[in-house]
């Protein structure tokens, strides 16, 4: 469900355990403070540097440096940061002292290193120095079988502190978010239940609570695959103002499958 969950599950489970877990997000990190902020600075290196500072290496001794969007480092410092997986030696901003290193490094992008190497952007050397044991987490849209569970844990997260039962979800609704497309992953999932929450005020959350771009149809989605039922044609309608033409092409079906729809519903 995310990429520093993981690291840390890896952390927990290691025989570095009892050592910190220290966390950098390189992309957070302006490239001119990065360096300092991995390897530390001592007094004087630059402008504003008024006392020494431990880096996140020296912070990660003897436990794990979690270093997320490592595809964003810039190419100065990825050069000292190749030296330190093999030589296991670093030196701060600034100091000629060499200092050891004794870290298990993990790192994570949602990129493609081998196309950032191919375009010249990351280093090959590193690249291969990082890639020793890969770990592929899928996107949401791939394992959709954990919905339910990840959709439960959230509604009771959410509810937690008011005292609320979490609502059920109903199997349309269940639908509906299977056949997303989830481009913002887990993030997204958490985003639309705290949305489909505040829209019902009972114990069910039905289609018509959930955001209403994930009622409509992908692009290239079969009709016969997109979950339309009474709700979702009253939202519809009630979006473009009773046009049944508007409401047949935001869900995704024709005009006279809308029309046969309705009649089946009574509408």
Not at 56 to 69: I, K, Q, Y
Not at 166 to 191: I, K
């Amino acid at each position: 469900t995310g990429n520093e969950l993981v690291a840390n599950a890896i952390h927990e489970l290691s025989d570095r355990s009892d050592g910190p877990l220290v966390t950098v997000n390189c992309a957070a990190i302006p490239e001119g403070l990065l360096e300092s902020e991995l390897f530390g600075h001592g007094n004087g290196a630059f402008t504003g540097a008024v006392s020494d500072r431990a880096g996140r290496f020296e912070l990660a001794s003897g436990g794990t440096l979690f270093l997320d969007e490592v595809a964003e480092i810039p190419a100065t410092v990825q050069v000292k940061l190749l030296r330190v997986l093999q030589e296991r030696t670093y030196e701060r901003v600034g100091e000629g002292k060499t200092r050891k290193s004794d870290v298990r490094l993990i790192s994570a992008t949602n990129k493609s290193l081998a196309d950032e190497v191919a375009a010249g952007r990351f280093r090959e050397d590193l690249y291969y120095r990082l890639n020793v044991f890969p770990i592929h987490l899928p996107p949401l849209r791939e394992r959709t079988d954990d919905l339910p569970l990840l959709v439960h844990a959230i509604l009771e997260r959410l509810v937690e502190r008011s005292g609320r039962k979490p609502p059920v979800v109903s199997d349309d609704a269940l639908a509906v978010l299977r056949h997303h497309r989830w481009p913002g992953n887990v993030r997204e999932l958490q985003a639309a239940m705290e949305y489909a929450l505040i829209r019902s005020h009972g114990d069910v959350i039905a289609p018509q609570h959930l955001p209403g771009h994930m009622l409509h149809a992908p692009a290239g989605t079969p009709v016969t695959d997109c979950v339309v039922n009474e709700e979702c044609i009253q939202l519809a309608l009630e979006e473009h103002h009773g046009n049944r033409t508007k409401a047949a092409e935001s869900l995704g079906i024709s005009r006279v499958t809308l029309w046969r729809k309705m009649k089946s519903y009574g509408m």
